[in-house]
């Protein structure tokens, strides 16, 4: 795209990019969006099915057809139509997020210029209809944490105000202090506005904001959304099913949608006298807008290329110049790890199941398996506790798919928006669950150790715990990493659940290495259970004590008073095990961490990069 393209969609008199927040007395972009002769195609469901069968695939759907409309500056404009009309569409298509590839025929313009969506996603805002917020966070917290990523300087001071003066416009003051989990509806949908709102984009766009509301806060949010347009010069945008009489009068143009066509694109009166004009009486208890849904066949579609004049006391939009073209993030990638590690730190604190269950949950299984395997010292049931101990770690760490799901779903929301990057997102969370899963690791191994009567060594329990947390980090990050391919939790969970099933049978525990059949042999070197059990195994039974330990006798047993016909360094020979072992599969046990959490990275970098592109 050529620069004076790139210009139009970009920066502020201060080369802030559309990213910085309040005022400041500086000269905002303005931004008229257009489509002309737009349409956007559903690729058939079965082009890939029957074997190329033509009478039995789906044809192509056109979402949208010819569709011609614009949104200029200072005006409240609102998509509506019947359920299936194209409203959604449409809107993704103005907000940058659609699939260029389905757009069959047409282009969409900012301020008479082709599209650039990646520095349009930057400086618009786009609210989608469902809400992704955190609701352990507070009301004031997600807009801080909003704010520190999307402003380019200030910091935490600066970010703090910006959050106080949204919360004002919006009316959350009242509820500043609340958990979003814990606010109404019209509340979070406010406060999901307000994320979106923290950067001061000149453009704002929002999907069925007043769905599921009541009218009164349905109508709070329209006022507030046509404050923003008449008095501080935004382009506002929004899909609305049906609205009432006041919320109508706030709407300054209507484009009317019918199977993906336009049937009326301006003013509500030029709507009404369209209607009178061909006949047609307005019942006076009825809306203009409900009526022409009612009447929509009356309508032709040939209207899409009408359009209205500027209002008065609304400047000609041109491009805007572009003094600095930089398209960058706000903060470093260091300040993006800090700001993203605080905010989910809070979310772990204040999740039961992340946390405080996770916690009693380490304690209580430390001392429930203990108690079973009380000072067994017979080998095949300290074999045993090593199997299961690794057992119930590894399958005990899925409890964080669902809340990789749910981040997952942010996450794709606020890289396309140019908040931070992806890989800041991975190194944060990593950086979080590291001390996290330290204090569950120590807390389930103090006790268990202790109780089954492993070696009575100080270095060999400090050894035990490493693995321990170890084989929780490793979890941890293979959880994220499939959490990063899988469609939803169900699937995720079943994918999990199945690999980690056959880690274990390929561990070697219940399957010798040698007699694995050869086609197999790669899943017990990727085995996440082979690596920490050898390890556990030469703690206990390397080294000078454990070499010497007798395990069994020519009488049976590894007590005392008979020939001793094994002992710890014979198991080790036996088993193909060595003491080099100790700290050499430690080391494969962390690049397990790495390696899981770079390919998480990789899968949310190509879903993002999708997005985004």
Known sequence: MDATAMSSLGTTKDGSNGNGGGSGGRRRPRYKIETRA??????????????????????????????????????????????????????????????????????????????????????????????????ALTVEESLVYSARLRLRAGGQAAAAERARELMGELGLRHVAASRVGDVSGGERRRVSIGVDLVHDPAVLLLDEPTSGLDSGSALHIVKMLKDMAANHGKTVVLTIHQPGFRILELIDRAVLLADGAVRHHGSLDFLQSRLISTGHSIPPHVNVLEYAMESIDSLKPDVATVTTTTPDGVAPVGPVPASARRLGYANSPVAEVRILAGRFTKTVLRSPQLFAARMAQSVLAGA?????????????????????????????????????????????????RGAYRVSSYVASNAVVFVPFLLAAAILYAAPVYWLVGLARDPAAFGYFAL????????????????????????????????????????????????????????????????????????????GARGARECLATAGGGGGEGGLCVLDGAGLLRQ????????????????????????????????????MRR
Not at 104 to 116: F, H, I, R, T, Y
Not at 392 to 415: G, K, M, W
């Open 575 to 610: 088993q193909g095990m060595r003491e080099g072992m100790r700290w050499s599969n430690v080391g494969v046990m962390v690049g397990f961490v790495v390696g899981y959490r770079v390919l998480c990275f990789v899968f949310l970098w190509f879903r993002c990069h999708r």
């Open 368 to 416: 429930f398996l203990g108690s079973i395997f009380l000072g067994t010292t017979d080998l095949q049931s300290r074999l045993g506790f090593f199997a299961f101990n690794l057992t119930y770690l590894l399958s005990s760490t899925t409890e964080a798919l669902p809340v990789f799901l749910h981040e997952r779903r942010i996450l794709e929301r606020e890289t396309s």
């Open 38 to 135: 737009l349409s956007y195609v559903l690729p058939p469901r079965g082009a890939w099915l029957c074997g190329g069968n033509k009478a039995n695939k789906d044809e192509p759907r056109l979402l949208l057809r010819g569709v011609t409309c614009e949104a200029p500056p200072g005006e409240l404009v609102a998509i509506v139509g019947p359920s299936g009309a194209g409203k959604t569409t449409l809107l993704t298509v103005l907000a940058g997020s659609s699939d260029p590839s389905r757009v069959a025929s047409g282009e969409v313009l900012v301020n008479g210029l082709p599209m650039d969506a990646a520095r349009f996603r930057r400086a618009s805002g786009y609210v989608p209809q469902d809400d992704a917020l955190f609701p």
């Open 467 to 542: 693995v321990v947390w170890l084989v929780m980090l490793t979890a941890n990050s293979f959880v994220a990493c499939l959490s990063a391919l899988a469609p939803n939790y169900i699937v995720g969970n079943s994918v999990v659940a199945g690999l980690i099933g056959c880690f274990f049978l390929f561990s070697g525990y219940f399957v010798a290495s040698k007699n694995i059949p050869r086609y197999w042999v790669f899943m017990h070197y990727a085995s996440l259970f082979k690596y920490p059990f050898e390890a556990l195994v030469v703690n206990e039974y390397g």
